[in-house]
């Protein structure tokens, strides 16, 4: 398995504007009606990696965490569907995540958010200005530490009570989104 880091793009870098399909309800979910009162988590996700079904079970909690803390979160599968048929939007259907889980077909919102790996988190203050980009946690498949969310749920936490940005944003790994060719 192929370990890429994310990109780790500039804090305070906007939000990208998207409108995508979430696969299990058929809606459209566009960036401009979100509205989101405390901030906005976007993260790039898949069904295949396993990176992505090592969190899996903390990505559950962490929804079900902060579902009502005013900060939204919405998941994006950007791989090439066709190369990874699990990652398309049948198989996306079948996930009980308690967010959107939106199919980027043509991944230009992986592209313009700067994903590079699954996963790949970006969280937004409410008026879409970056504040963190990194890992979830210290755990890996192979290294044996508790998944916890421990990194993204303290950039959540700070954005919550006003704090500064965390200083040391370590940069996700996972697998490379697969891009189409």
């Known amino acids: 398995m192929a370990l890429t880091p994310s990109n780790?793009?500039?804090l305070g870098s906007p939000a990208a504007p998207f409108s995508l399909p979430d696969p299990r309800t058929g809606k459209q979910v566009d960036l401009n009606e979100l509205n989101?009162?405390?901030?906005?988590l976007v993260m790039f996700i898949c069904n295949h990696c396993?990176?992505?079904?090592?969190?899996?079970?903390?990505?559950i909690q962490l929804g079900e965490d902060f579902r009502?803390?005013?900060?939204?979160?919405?998941a994006i599968s950007s791989n090439d569907a066709i190369a990874h048929p699990a990652d398309g939007p049948g198989e996306m259907a079948l996930k009980n995540y308690p967010f959107p889980y939106l199919y980027d077909e043509t991944q230009s919102v992986a592209k313009a958010y700067g994903a590079a790996c699954t996963p790949d988190f970006f969280l937004f203050d409410a008026a879409l200005k970056l504040v963190y980009r990194g890992q979830f946690d210290d755990s890996r498949p192979?290294?044996?530490l508790p998944v916890t969310g421990a990194?993204?749920?303290?950039?959540?936490?700070l954005l919550l009570t006003g704090g500064a940005p965390l200083a040391e944003q370590k940069p996700s790994?996972?697998?490379n989104i697969k891009w189409r060719a």
């Open 8 to 10: 780790m793009i500039d």
């Open 36 to 40: 989101p009162a405390k901030g906005l």
């Open 50 to 59: 396993p990176f992505v079904k090592h969190i899996e079970a903390g990505l």
């Open 68 to 74: 009502d803390s005013g900060i939204r979160i919405i």
């Open 142 to 144: 192979s290294n044996g």
């Open 151 to 157: 990194d993204l749920r303290a950039a959540m936490d």
């Open 173 to 175: 790994i996972g697998c």
